[in-house]
């Protein structure tokens, strides 16, 4: 055990949509472990807020008529509601937007500002002529200069995953208009991130928590840094120190929330939150692989300009995937925290339970309503819940309570062997299998229990009977210490049932082994209730529906094609420079194109219609910024055009250069 206090970090829930089980990715392993490391002695302070700036929640607020502190208050109120029924407890959970975080952005800003690490720089950056206004983040989209894929202002989501800076994207569009965009010079300030990268190669090797959020940090380091533009030009956001006309970028203030957040906790608390954030700290953030980025390069740099240390440990989870489909909100494969789970009436523990135990913390996780049904039937109602409602039915009715004995060494030996294989598991932040340690516990109880038959036994040998009872009561006393942090409502129901009035949670995980003291039991009660065919089906049900109306309204779309759809293909003119048949096929070609700043491969299948000799010095139209196929095991990165079933090649009227964009 440490003597410095450890502080856990949730990545922020943005305040513009409801709570869904990929939140619960990142919230409810690190409860589990807040939970787990207090049992275990640890002082920890467990912090979280709602990230309430940026261009989506403005985008949303004005779709909805409200400002956007008003839809970041119900998006707040939302998910803190929403994680207290998920038992994920916070010691606080602050918003970005309040005084707080407004003043700690601020005087952070201005440290780097006075240290060196700010500049400022004129750019070019998007703007609307029809809307009158430039275009940051997420109001413009177009073409990522890195690697051709569509593209919105801060990322290529849907490409390389490249961060973008303002001026950076390419064919810029408006994306409330629609219309095209101008480039406009104007000054912002940008951080300095390229001065950190020895710095960051020195720290990086050395940071805890996962491989996944070091090895992806370091490889990014390696490559390049590029220097972040911080500032947008917005009226929500934290005002950039002596300017009134530009925000601080939310990537900035979201960050600092977390001290803001511990400062707004410590004040309550009587403690300095000083204390967390200065010097060598044990600061661990639990966050979404898609955030690694920022929490390990960004952000860390950001706190070493600013005087701050830098984080102990970063634990970034895998992503999540729902029955066997990529997670999308706009394709239907979406399970709401609320309207699909804790609102009809499923508990808290399930869920818990299998976000943890289905797979390592650091590999994609599949949610499925099935595989859920199995999980709780099979694990937790036939082994845990069956062992634990044996075992005290037993007691009770044979004994009325606990028997005055003491328990075998043997069982005191194998619960040490489970609490350190946990304990191990939990400082490698194993969170499955800490759970599977949990887990075989019980599978030992109900074997032991089934094996020595007390039920038997009593008939010839009562205190025989009573020992082996015993026994099985010293493992669920550890069961209901050890599982709390999984499933704290199932945990403290075991504890009651045990005789106890207080909360299991006040007590360490290493009373696992005290006595049990002799005393009357109260009738048990089943802990878990299975999850029913009828119920899975009718869940099962509502996602399919969800998914065949996403389908509806993608059909629907794609009867019309809105204007920045058509402007964000690349189509130019091409001159075809040599065409060869494909080995194999008789309709493919394998054509090289000379598109202007470059060459391109593409399979095309007009073999049937032209001669390699015909093609070649033919000008053709061409999608130059499809995603690269491969097409009879030849690589094709574009796509010619052509009309009819004879495939007549689309060719402008007037000879062009290659390369010309057509519009």
């Not at 005087?307 to 709401?336: Q, T």
């Not at 080995?583 to 598109?595: E, H, M, N, T």
Request: proline share 6%.
């Amino acid at each position: 055990m440490s003597d410095k206090p450890l502080l856990v970090t949730c990545g922020l829930p943005y305040t513009n949509g409801p709570c869904h089980i990929g939140h619960l990715r990142t919230y409810v392993p690190a409860d589990f472990y807040v939970r787990y490391m207090r049992r275990v002695g640890e002082k920890v302070v467990f912090i979280c807020g709602s990230d309430n700036h940026g261009t989506p929640i403005v985008i949303s607020a004005e779709q909805e008529g409200l400002s956007p502190r008003e839809l970041s208050e119900r998006y707040h109120e939302h998910f803190d509601r929403t994680f207290q029924q998920m038992r994920v407890a916070f010691d606080r959970f602050g918003m970005t937007d309040d005084v707080t975080n407004h003043r700690m952005t601020q005087s952070i800003v201005q440290r780097l500002i006075d240290s060196g690490y700010v500049y400022a720089q004129t750019i070019s950056q998007s703007y609307c002529p029809d809307c009158s206004r430039f275009l940051p983040d997420r109001y413009v989209e177009g073409i990522c200069p890195y690697c051709g894929a569509i593209a919105r202002g801060d990322e290529c989501d849907q490409g390389c995953g490249q961060h973008l800076e303002p001026g950076e994207i390419k064919d810029a569009i408006c994306k409330v208009c629609g219309a095209k965009a101008e480039y406009r010079d104007q000054e912002h300030y940008f951080f300095r991130l390229s001065g950190f990268r020895d710095s960051l190669l020195a720290y990086l090797p050395r940071l805890k928590g996962t491989s996944n959020a070091r090895n992806y940090a370091i490889g990014w380091v390696k490559e390049a840094l590029h220097d972040w533009c911080i500032t947008r030009t917005l009226d929500w956001g934290v005002p950039f120190p002596g300017r009134d006309d530009l925000v601080v970028y939310v990537w900035v203030d979201a960050p600092i929330g977390y001290i803001s957040f511990t400062k707004e906790w410590a004040e309550r608390a009587g403690e300095d939150w000083k204390e967390y954030w200065c010097g060598d700290n044990r600061v661990t953030h639990f966050i979404g692989g898609d955030i690694i980025y920022h929490h390990c390069i960004f952000w860390p740099a950001l706190l070493e300009g600013a005087g701050y240390g830098r984080p102990h440990a970063v634990v970034a989870s895998g992503m999540l995937m729902i029955e066997d489909k990529k997670f999308s909100k706009s394709r239907g494969y979406v399970v709401w925290t609320n309207e699909d789970y804790l609102d009809q009436g499923l508990p808290a523990d399930y869920l818990r339970y299998y976000l943890l135990a289905y797979t390592s913390h650091t590999k994609e996780l599949n949610f499925s309503w099935h595989i859920l049904q199995e999980r709780v039937n099979n694990e937790l109602v036939n082994t845990l819940g069956n062992f634990i409602y044996r075992t005290l039915h037993f007691a009770e009715k044979a004994f009325s309570g606990v028997p005055d004995r003491s328990a075998d060494p043997a069982i005191l030996e194998e619960i040490e062997r489970s609490l350190a294989a946990v304990d191990q598991a939990m400082r490698e932040y194993d969170f499955k299998n800490a759970v599977d340690s949990m887990m075989a516990l019980a599978a030992f109880g109900n074997t032991y229990i089934q094996n020595n038959a007390p039920w038997k036994v009593i008939k010839s040998d009562p205190d025989a009977a009573g020992q082996i009872i015993r026994n099985c009561l010293q493992i669920v006393k550890a069961l209901a210490l050890v599982t709390e942090p999984v499933m704290p409502d199932a945990a403290q129901r075991v504890w009651e049932m045990l005789g106890h009035a207080d909360g299991v949670g006040a007590h360490l995980i290493g009373e696992a082994t005290t006595p049990l003291t002799p005393r009357p039991l109260p009738t048990p009660a089943p802990l878990f209730a299975k999850l029913d065919d009828d119920k899975i089906q009718e869940l099962e049900g509502v996602l399919a529906r969800r998914v065949e109306e996403a389908k509806s309204r993608a059909a629907d779309a794609a009867k019309t094609v809105p204007f920045d759809t058509f402007a964000s293909l690349d189509i130019r003119i091409g001159r075809i420079l040599s065409a060869a048949p494909i080995p194999g096929s008789k309709k493919l070609y394998k054509l090289q194109i000379d598109i202007g700043d470059g060459q391109r491969q593409v399979v095309a299948g007009i073999a049937g219609f032209y001669t390699p000799e015909e093609l070649a010095g033919k000008d053709v139209a061409i999608v130059v910024n499809l995603e690269p196929a491969k097409i009879f095991g030849v690589e094709s990165r574009g796509m010619i055009l052509a009309a009819g079933d004879e495939a007549s090649l689309l060719a402008p009227a007037r000879p062009v250069k290659p390369g010309t964009r057509v519009r």
